[in-house]
């Protein structure tokens, strides 16, 4: 199969031929239709998150159909569309598994950086820990629910059941939790990197009450806020705008330092907390609710060899999620 092959960090992505893949017990292979780019796959290829399996595939917002099945596997066929999330296995055993924690598996693997993910023609993936995409998407289209999404869900979760909630940083997490949130009845305030008049347009047009620069004042006090922008000075910036007894919430997986800030900010109850991959249950949530709201997504598809173009793309946040189409 062709792939897009990351042979060590920093270095421009390589198209090459490579073995196909063969689905081991519990595992499928899928034929990967699409495969959006997230920003924790400019992390692992910046270097910022540590010991990649290298050489690499990159990828963890799959969707395609299930071509083989291995043996052991339950619940998966020949035929099925699927998705591949970012979760691609857990233990089942240690204390986090067995409480609903499996975000935090201390054995997890990861799809696209500890195994091959999905910048290729062919992936295989644990059947268990693939997701149901609803009917309503097409192939592309679905591909940005996969990771911002869930993870998105998850940080809005977490947040808490406040009427209003602050969206730091307002990209393509930031615009599905937003269709969420106005789905549930809060009103959303969207702050943006400053000046960036034409994304707070973007903002208004769906549905937030509010949107400016992530410098400026809240309107009015948040019930919540999640900081979807990897940047630490967002955290005092949050907490700011934040009432009392409220949460902000860290969705990135990698962010600069949080430069200090005075303890007045954080009294009165303040919580600042982070929020680690996803489990199978934020993305089957997600998922559904999703279709059920209507939430539209953003993507520009790139063929599967120009990675390098769309990895750029996905840097500066052109055009949306850039999805790769083999
Ligand atoms: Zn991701
Ligand atoms: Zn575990």
Known sequence: MRAAIMDAPVRPLEMRDMHDPWPGPGEVRIRVAACAICRTDLHVLDGDLSEPKLPLVLGHQIVGVVETVGDAVEGRAVGDRVGVPWLGWACGECDYCRSGRENLCVRAVFTGYQRDGGYAELAVADGRFCLE????????????????????????????????????????AARLVAQIARHEGRTVFAFTRPGDSETQRQALELGC????????????????????????????????????????????????????????????????????????????????????????????????DRSNDALDAARVGLGGTSVLVP
């Open 133 to 172: 995409v609803p009917e309503t998407y097409d192939d592309v289209e679905a591909t940005p629910l996969l990771c911002a999404g869930p993870i998105g869900y998850r940080a809005y979760r977490m947040a808490g059941e406040a009427s209003s909630i602050g969206l730091y940083g307002f990209g393509n």
């Open 209 to 304: 009450a509010w949107a400016g620069d992530s410098t400026e004042s809240s309107p009015e006090p948040l019930g919540a806020a999640v900081v979807f922008a990897p940047a630490g000075e967002l955290v005092p910036a949050a907490l700011r705008s934040l009432a009392p007894g409220s949460t902000v919430v860290c969705a990135e997986i990698h962010m600069t330092d949080i430069p200090s800030f005075p303890y007045e900010l954080l009294w009165g109850e303040r919580v600042i907390r982070s929020v680690a991959n996803l489990t199978r249950r934020d993305g089957h949530e997600f998922l559904s609710l999703a279709a059920a709201a209507g939430v539209t997504t953003q993507v520009t598809t790139y063929p599967l």
